[in-house]
């Protein structure tokens, strides 16, 4: 196998990879969706998740840094993923809400 053939089996394996950390991300989000439409209607189980929510992200940099992850991205990118499941429950709330109640 000369270098050429290397490099193209290296590339497209690195591609395979994206490709599926991609839709790994894709997945999360949409599960991240449907437990924020869940969370959305149970007021009780809204508030613990807040609460947990606060308190990961409030050790995040600990731990991440712990297990040598702790680059800015990566941190950016776990709170972004709480953001979201946080965005989809308002967005559920804000849809269940009567018209005059939004004011």
């Known amino acids: ?5 290397t490099g193209t089996q290296v590339s497209a394996a690195l591609l395979s990879d994206l490709e599926f950390s991609a839709g790994l991300i894709g997945g999360l989000c949409e599960a991240l ?3 924020g439409a869940v969370l959305a209607h149970d007021e009780d189980a809204l508030a613990e998740m807040k609460r947990l929510q606060d308190l990961f992200i409030q050790t995040l940099p600990y731990r991440l840094q ?7 991205a990566m941190l950016e990118g776990y709170r972004s993923g ?15 809400t009567p018209p005059s109640r939004l004011q």
């Open 82 to 96: 709480l953001r979201h499941l946080l965005e989809q429950v308002e967005r559920e709330q804000a849809a269940r």
């Open 33 to 35: 969706s449907i437990i």
């Open 1 to 5: 196998m000369d270098e050429q053939e």
């Open 66 to 72: 712990r297990q040598g992850r702790d680059s800015p």
